[in-house]
């Protein structure tokens, strides 16, 4: 840890949230497609990784994946959480679920915030992608690490500064494989991701 690292604080009401099926099939179809090019996925280590939110119109609400869902092809309601408040300074969120929110929602929480016409957020990991996008797209500074309060702010800025851009695609400088891609809508953001992933697999 670094001189100055807040431990990420998580206030988790552990019980079901109103899911509307209309919004969980959207999020699974999303998921599905960035789980079969292994964006979302699991280390040999067991650690998961990948996550994807989507707003629930609702103030500053967005449903997300659950912490530790990322070893499984298909999620249930059950394995989805409601972030319903956060604090970057604090580095803490509020939520409910039958599953914890992952830490990974601050990056989200600080896009959304941004840019309140963004509707969906995805988070995913590929090395060979991180490498040819480091740097070329908006970056992060490779000084700020991830699950930091820093690195929600500068996440943030950078999302409010590219906003317009026909691309909405942020690499994370200080995380290694982390990329983040968002959109008005779940279909957008990734679309972002996997079209630029199929550009550049074929280069």
Known sequence: ???????????WMQEEFPFQEEIFSQLETART??????????????????????????GSSFIITGSATGQFEKLDQS?????????????SISCSGLTKASAESLTHAAVYESLPEIGAVVHVHCLWLWEKLLNNYPTTSDEIEYGTPEMAYAVGKLA????GRKEKVIVMGGHREGILAFGNNLIEATS?????????KHE
């Open 160 to 163: 409010s500064e590219i906003n």
């Open 1 to 11: 840890m670094t001189e100055g690292y807040i431990k990420f604080n998580c206030d």
């Open 192 to 200: 972002q991701i996997i079209n630029i992933y199929n550009q550049y």
């Open 79 to 91: 394995h989805y959480a409601l972030v319903t408040g956060y604090d970057f300074d604090k580095n």
């Open 33 to 58: 497609k960035l789980y079969k090019l292994g964006l979302i996925g699991m280390y040999p280590d067991g650690i998961g990784f990948g996550n994807i939110s989507v707003k629930t119109g609702e």
